[in-house]
């Protein structure tokens, strides 16, 4: 994992070691949408779609695809579902609030 690490831009090893953070066992796929629009919070869509395709280990392109819906139509639906409030907790419990604050 270290060596995949190494690969991201030095800008983007917080965001990487934030998520492994909040989830040690590495995040689900359920996990991947709440993830995006969390993210999306302080990330451009490019960034974002790195830091998500190392995190689950996806091509880039399919994240950036997945991103454009979760980022636009589907956005409202994933930001009341309960996945979504339980990925903003573990998160938030690994220093969320921090690291958005970092991205302005």
């Known amino acids: 994992m270290q060596k995949e690490r190494e690969s ?24 991947s949408w709440p993830l995006l629009v969390l993210l999306g919070e302080g990330l451009c869509h490019e960034n974002l779609a790195h830091v998500v395709s190392h995190v689950f280990k996806k091509d880039f392109w399919l994240v950036a695809n997945d991103l454009l819906g979760a980022l636009g139509l589907e956005k409202d639906g994933i930001v009341r579902s309960p ?22």
Not at 15 to 31: K, R, S
Not at 83 to 104: K, P, S
């Open 8 to 31: 991201l831009p030095d800008y983007m090893t917080s965001t990487v070691e934030m998520v492994d953070a909040a989830f040690p066992g590495g995040p689900t796929a359920d996990d």
């Open 83 to 104: 996945l979504y409030a339980g990925v903003q907790q573990r998160l938030v419990a690994c220093g969320y609030a921090e690291w958005l604050e970092a991205c302005d």
